[in-house]
Nanobody, 124 residues
């Protein structure tokens, strides 16, 4: 059974930093793509960042978070991280991690497994 468990979400103030974690069991992450997505109330789920690779890791970011968020991975611990700096109220959302085989993708429907999400709330 594959499980993705996110953690780290909480209430913070604008300008603060926050780090999310996603630990995977039942599948390795080393050679596969891990993605971060988010969904704000009343809005569709959107891509945030993704990462692929065991060595020479490739990462991509949504324009809205580029320069503020950093995705990283610890393949030995089967865990992927999302470091979020300079948080804005519009970053408020439930953040999800997801796993897929193959190449990087920003399309949620390409991902096979999802976590339950962790709430990030940024107050102004």
């Amino acid at each position: 059974q594959v499980q993705l468990v996110e953690s780290g979400g909480r209430l913070v103030q604008a300008g603060d930093s926050l780090s999310l974690s996603c630990t995977v069991s039942g599948r390795t992450i080393g050679d596969y793509t891990m993605g971060w997505f988010r969904q704000a109330p009343g809005k569709e789920r959107e891509f945030v960042a993704n990462t692929l690779g065991r060595t020479g890791v490739i990462t991509t970011y949504a324009d809205s978070v580029k320069g503020r968020f950093t995705v990283s991975r610890d393949n030995a611990k089967n865990t992927v991280f999302l470091q979020m700096n300079s948080l804005l109220p519009e970053d408020t959302a439930v953040y999800y991690c997801a796993w897929k085989r193959g190449a990087l993708s920003r399309a949620g429907q390409d991902y096979s497994y999802w976590g339950q999400g962790t709430q990030v709330t940024v107050s102004s």
